[in-house]
């Protein structure tokens, strides 16, 4: 991997929500560039994932409470760097290409860069979830009038920023909550192509329809938390 330290002048985390990924961890690790620490968020694994990890030289974080939000905000909550990138640890994404996006955020191009995916090849991005992401993107713009077209697991961010927004979902609608939070707070809000890989493994979220809708349904929630708190705040100022 290219040292790309020289290139980037900030400090940058890895935040990789792990379980049961011990078949795609070292192509995922092997790929984080030079000078970058790799936060691998073992949520459960049974298949030791954690301890190939850290043979690997990821650090590990672990977090016992199931849910893809609650192992992302794990390693936020760990993440010391300027910068926090997230990316999903199943080999769909190439770490490699996170640079990309950070240099967005460190040259004051975006506040949020989310990581459009583009399939590399038939079949690695499901219809299903493709189905799921179309809706949810509607969703979006409605709510927020931002015009994503994606809202995928690769994007980067300032910690402190992150921090300052006080996500508090813990399962499938936490990077929709990301977004939504970010948007309202006036974030400047991107998106770069990566190319999409079919993952190593079964999906733990939207591997069939029925995972799919369920993740839809739990950012359904976010959106409407969100109407929920703007409807508040409307009517303490009719008062």
Known sequence: MRDVTDLIPTTVDVVLPCLDEAAALPWVLERIPTGWRALVVDNGSTDGSAALAESLGATVVREPRRGFGAACHAGLLAATADVVCFCDCDASLDPG???????????????????????????????????????????????????????????????TALLGLGLTDRRSGYPLQMVVRA????WQIVEQDVPYLPRTGKSKVTGTWRGTWQAVGDMRAVLAEGAVARGAVAEGAVR
């Open 183 to 186: 948007a309202d707070a006036g």
């Open 97 to 159: 290409l996170l640079p990309a996006l950070v240099r967005r955020v460190t040259d004051t191009e975006a506040d949020l860069v989310l990581g459009r995916r583009r399939p590399a090849r038939r079949g690695a991005w499901p219809l299903h979830a493709r189905a799921g992401n179309l809706a949810l993107s509607r969703m979006l713009r409605a709510r927020t009038g931002l015009r994503l077209r994606d809202l995928g697991p690769m994007r980067a961010a300032r910690r």
